[in-house]
């Protein structure tokens, strides 16, 4: 961030009170930049000795053996990516649908509470949304979405295979559950925030009501909706319970959806307070260093996708 | 201003006052297996009640945190569900004591609609399930075994703890033990690398509990308490003697009265050769130095408090396995040894 030229004109004759404001607002960015710095240090010094005795190899190789010490984070960074991408398709589509029918459709008496419906499901404790999953959901996939998908679909390999309950899927739509609601309260809001003038002569074009809300005003807003996408997927990356208690914690690749998996999160959180052996708890604080090296990289990603939007339309 | 400051002061003076006599009682913390949790709160809970000078503060995160608590000198006694081995011991700044403190057993729990009766399995079933050598309900090596039961045309989903555990340990041991294909491709650990191809991990006994429960076909080890607590419907198995055994507080303390002479170095009782023990049975241990640097005779007094008969009374009640007889003796001998 830089400073605007009108604050640096007016710095020269500031007051104490104005000179300490600058030195809070410095010290607190500062802050978080040091903060950012020292996690990535600590990070790597925890997993050195596992990227010394691994290599590179570490990433690509996909086995998972405490007992023989043989680590591989492959099939972990594979299944944190897959259920956020899951997550992340299906929370955007209903998550921005929801947010078009709140901003532009939902009348005042619906709209408010159902607002705070949706920012309340934000507050749900994720062990929570993590037994729901386990006791209704995977049952549920089980018996009647799995095999509804597999009568379907099932000629694609990813809907292929026996249907455990827990696995990718499951874990990806828990995901979205918990992404969803991100999505619609950051994107109502920049709908909201579009100015009326744009609806208006939208409608006196001839447009109806849904061609404004679809073709006009979600294109208008699109930055500020493809941010509280990438805030939902950062969330997605990282979120551990729920996800660990149905995906099925199995470090393998599988082509099929309904399959077991593993993410990053989920490793660390079930083996780290019994990794006895240095090396093994090395290698868990090394895949923490590759999830955080993964949002970083989807982070940028989005950066640069917000970027290029907000270039072509000169903003 | 000056008022305020000075009722502030003596408000403060107030709660100094009431604060420090509380402070006179010993404090004892100790860190590590979250096995052994419900059964120390209980004890502890009562040793207050009885010597109200003296409180014990456990923290359960896990024997890994424990041993490296302890081994820090963060925490007074340390526990693990499995004791400290030669390279741990020599990270320690001093010599260790482990004291075996409790018994648990892993029950097989499975979900099989329609079937009612206990089923039975063998050692060498057991294994070949886990190893994913055996894949049907149906297969004739289980039929055999229940010859009055109609089992499904079901596959069967093998459910494992996802999280590193004592649990694991003990199962581990067990199929290492009655499994040489096991041993040499899997080996004993918390965490493993599980071969079978149906397998599904789940994080904490009620995850595991809770994945057979909701699967069908599906089995699982668990918790000895969690079964008996929840009243789950788990496997008979034969053990060496050739015996029908169930999963009970009685089977699994016979298993461990077979072998009295436990120790830190050779503490394994799976697969007891015992007529009546339990064949997947472990214990749990406490760690403390033999030279603690303070409060030693009250960290003494409350651990050979513990492990005698008033102390194993409390895991009873609360579905542990309270130690054999000469199992208590040998753990009150190996406690004589620290320094008071």
Same mark, same amino acid.
């Given at each position: 961030m830089t400073v605007g030229p009108q604050f640096r004109r007016v710095a020269r004759f500031v007051s104490p009170a104005d000179r300490g404001f600058a030195a809070v607002v410095y010290g607190g960015s500062i802050l978080f930049a040091l903060l950012i710095v020292g996690l990535f240090v600590e990070l790597v010094l925890g997993s050195w000795p596992s990227i010394v005795a691994f290599g590179p190899s570490f990433i690509w190789k996909s086995s998972w053996d405490p007992i023989t010490s043989k680590f591989g984070a492959l099939p972990m960074i594979f299944g944190t990516v897959m259920t956020s991408l899951i997550a992340i398709v299906l929370a955007a589509f209903?998550?921005?649908?929801?947010?078009?029918?709140?901003?532009?459709?939902?009348?005042?008496?619906?709209?408010?509470?159902?607002?705070?419906?949706?920012?309340?499901? #934000?507050?749900?404790?994720?062990?929570?949304?993590?037994?729901?999953?386990?006791?209704?959901?995977?049952?549920?996939?089980?018996?009647?979405?799995?095999?509804?998908?597999?009568?379907?679909?099932?000629?694609?390999?990813?809907?292929?295979?026996?249907?455990?309950?827990?696995?990718?899927?499951?874990?990806?739509?828990?995901?979205?559950?918990?992404?969803?609601?991100?999505?619609?309260?950051?994107?109502?809001?920049?709908?909201?925030?579009?100015?009326?003038?744009?609806?208006? #002569?939208?409608?006196?074009?001839?447009?109806?009501?849904?061609?404004?809300?679809?073709?006009?005003?979600?294109p208008a807003a699109r930055v500020g909706v493809f941010g509280a996408c990438v805030l939902a997927l950062g969330r997605a990356l990282g979120e551990t319970i729920a996800v660990t208690m149905v995906i099925g914690n199995r470090p393998e690749i599988s082509a099929s959806l309904f399959a077991p998996s593993y993410t990053l999160a989920s490793v660390i959180a079930n083996e780290f307070t019994e990794a006895t052996t240095s090396i093994y708890t090395s290698a868990l604080i090394e895949l923490g260093l590759i999830l955080f090296l993964v949002s970083m990289a989807v982070n940028a990603l989005a950066r640069f996708m917000i970027w290029s939007v907000r270039g072509s339309e000169r903003v | 201003m000056i008022r305020s400051l000075r009722r502030c002061c003596?408000?403060?003076?107030?709660v100094a006052a009431m604060t420090l006599p509380a402070a006179a009682a010993t404090q004892l913390t100790g860190a590590g297996s979250s096995f052994d949790y419900p059964f120390f709160s209980k004890a502890f809970y009562i040793y207050n009640q009885k010597n109200p000078d003296i409180t014990v503060n456990y923290q359960s995160i896990g024997s890994g945190g424990g041993i490296a608590q302890f081994t820090a000198r963060n925490v007074d006694f340390g526990a693990t569900d499995v004791p400290m081995n030669a390279g741990e011991l020599a990270r320690a700044?001093?010599?260790?004591?482990?004291?075996?403190?409790?018994?648990?057993?892993?029950a097989i729990a499975y979900n099989l609609p329609g079937v009612s009766a206990p089923i039975r399995l063998t050692r060498a079933v057991l294994a070949d399930i886990y190893l994913g050598t055996i894949l049907k309900w149906n297969d004739p090596q289980i039929a055999k075994l229940n010859k009055s039961v109609n089992l499904p045309d079901m596959a069967i989903i093998v459910v494992h703890r996802s999280d590193g555990s004592g649990t694991s340990y003990i199962f581990t041991d067990f199929l290492s033990h009655v499994s040489a294909e096991w041993k040499s491709k899997v080996g004993t650990g918390k965490s493993v690398s599980w071969p079978a191809p149906s397998s599904v991990g789940a994080k904490g006994t009620e995850g595991?509990?809770?994945?057979?429960?909701?699967?069908?076909?599906?089995?699982?080890?668990v918790e000895m308490a969690y079964v008996?607590?929840?009243?789950?419907? #788990?496997?008979t198995l034969e053990n060496k003697a050739g015996k029908w055994i169930?999963?009970?507080?009685?089977?699994?303390?016979?298993?461990? #009265?077979?072998?009295?002479?436990?120790?830190?170095?050779?503490?394994?009782?799976?697969d007891s050769s015992a007529a009546g023990g339990y064949p997947i049975s472990g214990y749990?241990?406490?760690?403390?130095?033999?030279?603690?640097?303070?409060?030693?005779?009250?960290?003494?007094?409350v651990l050979s408090w513990l492990v005698g008969s008033q102390g194993q009374e409390n895991a009873k009640s609360v579905d542990y396995v309270p130690l054999p007889r000469n199992v208590q003796g040998a753990a009150a001998a190996t406690l004589r040894q620290m320094q008071r």
């Open positions: 209903i998550g921005i649908m929801a947010a078009v029918f709140l901003a532009d459709f939902a009348p005042r008496w619906l709209g408010q509470p159902l607002s705070f419906l949706i920012e309340l499901l #934000a507050a749900v404790p994720s062990v929570v949304y993590g037994l729901w999953g386990l006791f209704v959901l995977a049952p549920f996939m089980r018996t009647t979405i799995g095999p509804a998908l597999q009568h379907v679909l099932g000629w694609m390999p990813l809907f292929s295979g026996p249907i455990y309950g827990v696995g990718l899927l499951t874990g990806g739509i828990i995901l979205a559950l918990m992404i969803v609601p991100t999505v619609t309260a950051i994107s109502r809001d920049v709908l909201v925030a579009i100015p009326r003038d744009l609806r208006e #002569a939208s409608m006196a074009l001839g447009s109806t009501k849904w061609e404004t809300a679809i073709r006009v005003v979600l | 003596f408000s403060l003076a107030v700044p001093g010599p260790v004591l482990q004291i075996p403190v409790t018994l648990g057993g892993a595991v509990a809770g994945q057979v429960k909701s699967t069908p076909g599906a089995i699982g080890y008996v607590e929840n009243h789950m419907q #788990a496997a169930d999963c009970t507080p009685e089977t699994v303390a016979a298993a461990a #009265a077979s072998k009295p002479e436990v120790s830190a170095t050779n503490f394994s009782i799976v749990s241990w406490v760690v403390v130095y033999k030279k603690p640097e303070a409060r030693a005779k009250e960290l003494y007094n």
